[in-house]
């Protein structure tokens, strides 16, 4: 497709959703998107078999 050029909008940025979420998984821990969690979890077992 290529690269878009221009000025593009978020509609949830502008009412403030998307630094709400944020605060909100920076304040429990634990990321709301699917593959944050995925990384998280993948993190936490990598630990526990004691690999970095």
Do not use: E
């Not at 821990?29 to 630990?47: A, D, E, N, W, Y």
């Amino acid at each position: 497709m290529g690269r878009k050029f221009g000025v593009s909008f978020s509609w949830k940025r502008a009412l403030g959703i998307s630094s709400a979420k944020a605060g909100i998984s920076r304040k429990i821990g634990i990321p709301l998107t699917k593959t944050g969690r995925q990384q998280k979890l993948g993190r936490l077992i990598m630990k526990l078999f004691g690999f970095k």
